[in-house]
């Protein structure tokens, strides 16, 4: 199968070209396209030929898409309007990750596949508007919400992610503040890589929850995070109300793997397992931490 990442330099990117080393694949950086280039991707996938497209490239600073929302919507809403039209006319299928974030974190529990969107902010939005030309342009596609991304590359300085955050705090010895009324399903990207290979070979196309099991507040993952690290910094939970960020956020936007569970597919372990397995893997690249 030729399998074609783009983003392939990225977090999730970077695993999923582990994944699928053993296909015929074609790993592209935003060097090699720029997916806000209707021309450019055309050309690349009139090239290449793909079978399959995966596309990680997203815009996915949630408090500056506050501020700088027409670059939200170029990559995350036009971007992939530009994929769905080049997979279209190449006859390719289109796997294309989106966000918890589309939901408004009022249901209180988690959520499915089929239950209505209702984003909060510029980000959420900008990623449903992309999920609607997937739909609606391609007849075969994955579209595949995912939530709180942590992956090795990211912890090798290609853009970082929270828990290698959390990690340079308290190595720095500052003191940590983390919500704690926030609730999401943090999400390792190997282990979401792996159920992407899983469910691509299937062809039951369509929308999917992807993320690990089990839900935790911020400050809950944050604990986690300095457990398994043997870390004591001074860490205190705070209220979102309390903290300083410009995009309204979900209180508590868990999603439930239901689509994957009725096919008998979700391979997906719990986010603690998941976190576990990152910070022993984290180890080979960061050795000089112990």
């Known amino acids: 199968m030729k399998v074609m990442v783009i983003g392939a330099n990225g977090q999730l990117g970077s695993d999923l070209v582990k994944v699928f ?4 694949l074609i790993p592209l950086t935003h060097r090699d396209v720029d997916i806000c280039e209707p021309v450019g991707v055309r050309a690349v996938l009139r090239r290449y030929q793909p079978e399959i497209v995966i596309n990680t490239a997203a ?65 959420g939005v900008s990623k449903l508007a992309g999920e609607f030309f997937v739909k609606y342009l391609l007849d075969r596609y994955f579209i595949v919400r995912t939530s709180g991304l942590f992956g090795v590359a990211g912890s090798s300085g290609k853009g ?42 299937t062809d039951r196309y369509g929308l999917y929850h992807v993320t690990s099991h089990g839900a935790c507040s911020w400050y809950q993952f944050t604990v986690k995070i300095f457990g398994l690290a043997g870390l004591s910094p001074s860490l205190s939970p705070q209220t ?51």
């Open 21 to 24: 080393a053993d296909h015929e």
């Open 59 to 123: 815009y996915h600073k949630v408090d500056e898409c506050e501020v700088n929302a027409d670059r939200a919507f170029a990559v995350n809403t036009l971007g992939v309007r530009n994929l769905a039209l080049a997979c279209r006319e190449r006859d390719a299928v289109l796997v294309h990750f989106s966000t918890d974030y589309v939901f408004d974190g009022r249901k209180g529990s988690a959520y499915v596949e089929t239950d209505l969107p209702n984003p909060i902010n510029v980000y």
């Open 160 to 201: 970082g992610n929270f828990v290698e955050l959390m990690l340079r705090l308290a190595r720095e010895g500052r003191a940590i503040r983390v919500v704690d009324d926030q609730v999401l399903s943090p999400t390792y990207t190997m282990d979401l890589a792996h159920q992407i290979r899983a469910l691509i070979q």
């Open 240 to 290: 979102t109300a309390e903290s300083v960020a410009r995009a309204t956020r979900p209180a508590h936007s868990e999603l439930e793997n239901a689509a994957l569970q009725r096919l008998g597919l979700d391979q997906m372990r719990r986010w603690e397992e998941g976190l576990a397995a990152y910070m022993e893997a984290r180890r080979a690249v960061h050795p000089e931490e112990g």
